[in-house]
C-alpha cells in the first residue's frame, strides 16, 4: 500500500500546475492532502479526483484557508472531524478508517504570521499531544500524517543556526515533538533516510531557497509500533515541491 502526504497551498492552484498528472504518475492508494483553501463547492466543475478516488473533504469555514481532505482507491469510513472530534473550524484534523488501518490527517497551525498566532499554534500542540495517547498504544495500524509545521531537528532544517527563534524551529516547538516521540510515535520518514540533512518537504518562495534544496522538513509520517513495522519505503518527491506546491509530497509504502 502506498500512502501520500502532501501540502498542496491551494487545491485549485495544485490542479492548474499539474496536480493530477503528478498523483496518476506517483499511483498513492491513499493520499492525504493539507492546506486545501477551498470548499467542496467551489471545486472546478469539470474536475474529479486522479485515479477515481473516493474522497472525504474538510475544509475551514473561512473561504480560501487551511483545510484537509483525504483521498483512497477504496471505501473508508469517516471516524471524527478536529480533536476529540471538537468543533474545528480551521479544518485541521480529519480521522478516517481504512480497513484495519487508522489515519489522522493533520495540518498543524503556523505560528509565523503574529505572536498571537504562535500563541494558538502552542496551545493548539498541547491538546493533540493529549489528544494523540489515546491512539499510539492501539495493537492496530495507526498512522499520522501531514504539515506539522515544526523541523524537529538540526538535519531537518538547511540553516538551523539561523531559525532558532524561528517559529517552527523554536526550542520549545522541537522540545514539545521531543515528547510527542516520547510516548511511542515514530518517525517512519526520519528511521528511513538516516542520520543526515534533509531530504526536505518545504523552501521558502524567497531567494532561491528551492533551487538550491535550502529547506526545511516539517511534513511528517509518525507511526504507531503497530504501523512501523509495516513501513518497508519512505521518500520525499522533490520534484513535486518545484512544480505544484511549495511543499512535496512524502510517501511511504506499507506492507499491508
Excluded at 521531543?178 to 542520520?195: M, N
Aim: charged fraction near 25%.
Amino acid at each position: 500500500m502506498r500512502i501520500i502526504s502532501w501540502n498542496v497551498n491551494g487545491i485549485r492552484a495544485a490542479i492548474r500546475k499539474g496536480f493530477d498528472d503528478f498523483v496518476n504518475n506517483l499511483k498513492p492508494d491513499i493520499l492525504m492532502l493539507q492546506e486545501i483553501r477551498c470548499l467542496e463547492e467551489q471545486l472546478p466543475t469539470n474536475w474529479s479526483p486522479p485515479l477515481e478516488m473516493n474522497y472525504a473533504w474538510h475544509p475551514a469555514i473561512r473561504k480560501g484557508y487551511s483545510g484537509v481532505a483525504t483521498l483512497s482507491n477504496n471505501d473508508f469510513t469517516i471516524l471524527g472531524k478536529g480533536k476529540n472530534n471538537e468543533k474545528d473550524e480551521e479544518g485541521r484534523v480529519l480521522i478516517t478508517k481504512h480497513q484495519n488501518l487508522t489515519l489522522i490527517n493533520t495540518y498543524l497551525p503556523s505560528g509565523s504570521a503574529k505572536i498571537e498566532r504562535q500563541n494558538f499554534k502552542e496551545n493548539w500542540m498541547e491538546k493533540y499531544l493529549i489528544w494523540l495517547n489515546e491512539f499510539v498504544n492501539l495493537e492496530s495500524p495507526v498512522i499520522v500524517a501531514g504539515d506539522l509545521n515544526i523541523a524537529h531537528t538540526e538535519n531537518d532544517i538547511w540553516n538551523p543556526s539561523g531559525n532558532k527563534m524561528t517559529s517552527g524551529f523554536l526550542p520549545n516547538e522541537r522540545e514539545w515533538f521531543d515528547r510527542l516521540l516520547q510516548t511511542g510515535w515514530v518517525d517512519v520518514c526520519r528511521q528511513k533516510f538516516g542520520d543526515r540533512k534533509g531530504p526536505y518537504s518545504w523552501w521558502s518562495n524567497r531567494g532561491r531557497a528551492r533551487i538550491l534544496d535550502r529547506g526545511w522538513r516539517i511534513d511528517y509520517f509518525l507511526a504507531n509500533k503497530a504501523a512501523a513495522k509495516l513501513v518497508v519505503n519512505a521518500e520525499i518527491n522533490r520534484e513535486g515541491g518545484l512544480i505544484v506546491s511549495d511543499h512535496a509530497p512524502v510517501i511511504i509504502d506499507l506492507n499491508l
